[in-house]
């Protein structure tokens, strides 16, 4: 029950983090998607970045601390259900 409580609050944690810093980048790190007569399509990747920085800083602590093997996939599932969440809400596309 606690890690799943966990699981759900690193979830949250990476989406807000994936979502609030694909709308304000830091670093502008930018990838032309596409040119269309709508407009251009872009990613920005500083969100997706660093939410998966915090996913690796989380698995350093959890191995440091021995509890890799019993909190590792619960905070991997975490990062891929944000990322796949955010995507689908299109976290990160822009079209200028």
Do not use: C, Y
């Not at 790190?29 to 990613?43: D, H, N, P, Q, Y």
């Not at 997706?48 to 509890?67: D, K, Q």
């Not at 890799?68 to 809400?89: D, H, K």
Request: hydrophobic share 60%; net charge positive; no cysteine.
């Amino acid at each position: 029950m606690k890690n799943l409580f966990f699981a759900f609050f690193q979830f949250v944690i990476f989406f807000v983090i994936f979502g609030a810093f694909s709308l304000f980048p830091p670093f502008h790190l930018e990838k032309v998607i596409g040119t269309t007569a709508e407009g251009t399509r872009i990613f920005i990747w500083d969100g997706l970045l660093i939410s998966f920085a915090l996913a690796i800083l989380i698995m350093v602590i959890e191995t440091v601390r021995g509890r890799i093997q019993r909190a590792g996939p619960w905070t991997s599932g975490a990062f891929v259900l944000s990322t796949v969440a955010g995507l689908a809400l299109k976290f990160g596309f822009l079209t200028h």
